[in-house]
């Protein structure tokens, strides 16, 4: 999506904005919540000076938050030196535009104004805006395994998926916790030291196999993968993985799976909680851990992530019916 105004062009990923509206978390977050990520890329058909970065969050026509960014807190925020300038060709990413807001009033509209100066010292304006749309997640799902698990990155400002904001801008990344409450045991240089490694891997709701990827070897953790594993694909970081059709509009999918050990083949009819793979360490992982999130199809990098909610797990001996999982949170599914 792009906006020109004289010298200064914006686009921003993805093409549509989804928010996602948590009326209640569990502990520690209490209150409702609205999250939403995107990526701005400010183009310039002349050599330009970035003096003013606006951004503006409604509910309906009530200004709800706003953040300003002048050239110099803007040159800190993204490492580059000051004065930030843009010149035809190469262009400025804002990555990781990321917003955390109560959730007491309904977002509805997101607002960017970037100001810059030419050389002759003209200033210069592009403006750009978009409706923020509520996410209502229609499939009942649950979390894909059993025991107690950590989550590693949830629905929060901490998480790196983040940075992705495409298909995985409300991902998740669990790891099993031990008896110790660890997630691995010795020193964690081997799989086998991991409580997650070669843990099941269940349907989160009943579904069909529409894609996966199952020939790729799981690697030591700390180790990335071999160039010749990923095939200049980006879709090959994710390892072996699959995704599953719920409805025509919400696909799961599951990631860094074990090699060897999908159990189910495209076009598979799963039912919730059936076993379809185990736990590993494939594609570009850094140790054992399940990622997990919900698209709205099921390509890569195409089709967008939308938020997602988990329901009947416990948490510090509470059971939450319905939830986004905030990332550190401790959870254990309820059957």
């Keep these: 999506m792009s906006h020109n105004h004289g010298v200064i062009r914006l686009q921003v990923s993805p093409a549509q904005i989804y928010v996602g509206r948590y009326e209640a978390l ?9 999250e939403f990520v995107f990526e701005v890329a400010i183009l310039a058909a002349a050599p330009v000076t970035i003096s003013d970065v606006l951004f503006q969050i409604y509910s309906g026509s009530q200004l709800l938050s706003e953040r300003r960014r002048n050239g110099r807190s803007l040159a800190r925020l993204i490492g ?14 804002l990555r990781r535009c990321y917003f955390w807001e109560p959730g007491l009033e309904k977002l509805t509209q997101v607002f960017i104004t970037v100001t810059a100066r030419t050389e002759d010292g003209a200033e210069q304006q592009a403006a750009w805006g978009a409706p923020l749309l509520i996410y209502e997640q229609t499939v009942d799902l649950r979390l894909p395994f059993r025991d107690t698990w950590w989550t590693i990155m949830g629905n929060d400002w901490t998480d790196l998926h983040k940075g992705e904001p495409i298909s995985q801008p409300f991902a998740l ?23 997650s490694f070669g843990e099941p891997v269940l349907a989160p709701a009943d579904g069909e196999v529409v ?5 790729m070897p799981d690697n030591p953790p700390g180790t990335p993968p071999q160039l010749r594993d990923l095939r200049e694909d980006p879709r090959r970081s994710f390892g072996n993985a699959l995704f599953i059709a719920h409805n025509d509009h919400e696909f799961s999918f599951l990631a860094h799976l074990q090699a ?15 076993e379809i793979a185990r736990c590993g360490n494939s594609g570009l992982s850094p140790g054992p851990h399940l990622h997990y999130h919900l698209q709205n199809g099921p390509n890569l990098y195409v089709d967008q992530g939308v938020p997602v909610q988990f329901g009947r797990f416990r948490v510090t001996g509470d059971v939450v019916e319905r939830s986004a999982i905030p990332t550190r949170l401790i959870v254990t599914p309820v059957d």
């Design 80 to 93: 580059e030196e000051f004065p930030v300038r843009v010149v035809p060709g190469e262009g400025l990413a």
């Design 26 to 34: 569990p502990y520690p977050n209490l209150t409702p919540a609205q």
């Design 260 to 274: 060897g050990s999908i159990s189910v083949p495209t076009g598979a009819t799963v039912a919730r909680g059936q």
């Design 173 to 195: 990344d669990f790891a099993r916790l031990g008896p110790d409450n660890g997630t691995f045991r010795g020193s964690g240089l081997a799989l086998a030291d991991h409580y």
């Design 211 to 215: 894609i996966l990827t199952a020939d």
